[in-house]
C-alpha cells in the first residue's frame, strides 16, 4: 500500500510557464516532507523541503505547499526552465534513523 | 571531487551468486543508506546506519547483508542473488540532524540473468 503518492507519471510544461507536481499521502505522522529531482543515470539530488507544521516554503523559483487537511503537497516551479526536465520525486521523512518514503515519481518535461 | 561514490556502476552476474557494492562517501557525514529502486521506479528504503550501527531494517530478505567498516563506508553484501534482486541500487549519506537532506551516490545498476 503505497503510503505517498504521485498520480501523475509525466507532465509537459512550455518554457517560461509554471509546472506543478502534486503528491498525496496517507500517514500524517511525518517530520518533513521533502522533493528530490533525479537526472538520468545519477542519484536523486535534494531540492526542498517543508516541515510538517508549516504550509508553504519557498527557494527561489521553487515552492512547495502543504495541505494537511487534503494530504496534499504541490511543487510548484516559476519560470519552468528546460533544465528543470527530470523526474521529481515527493517524499516522506520520518525522522528516526532518517527514513524516507518516497513517490514513485513525476517525469517532468520542459520544452523551449 | 565525489561525493557519494558507488562501485561498481553495473553489476551482471548470475543467479546464486555472491556479490557486493561498495559506497563511500567524504561529507563527513554520520548515517548513510542503502535505497533500491525496481523496474517500476519504485524507490525504496533497505537500510540506514549511523556511526556504523544499524538503525532501519526494513524487511529485506537475510542475503542482504550491509556492513560498514567505518563512518564513510556502507557496503552492500547480496548472497544467492535472485532474478528480482535485479534492480539499481543507491547508496545516500546525511547529517543526523538534517537527515531531510540525503546525498545520493550514482547508483548502481545490478542485472541477475
Known amino acids: 500500500d503505497q503510503q505517498v503518492k504521485q498520480n501523475s507519471p509525466s507532465l509537459s510544461v512550455q518554457e517560461g510557464r509554471i509546472s506543478i507536481l502534486n503528491c498525496d499521502y496517507t500517514?500524517?505522522?511525518?517530520?518533513?516532507f521533502l522533493w528530490y529531482k533525479k537526472y538520468p543515470a545519477e542519484g536523486p539530488t535534494f531540492l526542498i523541503s517543508?516541515?510538517?507544521?508549516?504550509d508553504k516554503n519557498e527557494d527561489g523559483r521553487f515552492t512547495v505547499f502543504l495541505n494537511k487537511s487534503a494530504k496534499h503537497l504541490s511543487l510548484h516551479i516559476v519560470p519552468s526552465q528546460p533544465g528543470d526536465s527530470a523526474v521529481y520525486f515527493c517524499?516522506?521523512?520520518?525522522?528516526?534513523?532518517?527514513?524516507?518514503?518516497f513517490g514513485q515519481g513525476t517525469e517532468l518535461s520542459v520544452k523551449p | 571531487d565525489t561525493a557519494v561514490s558507488q562501485t561498481p556502476k553495473y553489476l551482471v552476474t548470475q543467479m546464486g551468486n555472491d556479490k557486493s557494492i561498495k559506497c563511500e562517501q567524504n561529507?563527513?557525514?554520520?548515517?548513510m543508506y542503502w535505497y533500491k529502486q525496481d523496474s517500476k521506479k519504485f524507490l525504496k528504503i533497505m537500510f540506514s546506519?549511523?556511526?556504523?550501527?544499524?538503525?532501519i531494517n526494513e524487511t529485506v530478505p537475510n542475503r542482504f547483508s550491509p556492513k560498514s567498516p567505518d563512518k564513510a563506508h556502507l557496503n552492500l553484501h547480496i548472497n544467492s542473488l535472485e532474478l528480482g534482486d535485479s534492480a539499481v541500487y543507491f547508496c545516500?549519506?546525511?547529517?543526523?540532524?538534517?537527515?531531510?537532506?540525503?546525498?545520493f551516490g550514482p547508483g548502481t545498476r545490478l542485472t541477475v540473468t
Open positions: 545516500a549519506s546525511s547529517h543526523e540532524d538534517s537527515s531531510y537532506e540525503q546525498y
Open positions: 500517514n500524517s505522522m511525518f517530520d518533513y
Open positions: 517543508i516541515s510538517s507544521i508549516k
Open positions: 517524499a516522506q521523512l520520518y525522522n528516526q534513523g532518517g527514513k524516507l518514503i
Open positions: 561529507l563527513g557525514h554520520d548515517t
Open positions: 546506519y549511523n556511526n556504523k550501527e544499524l538503525i
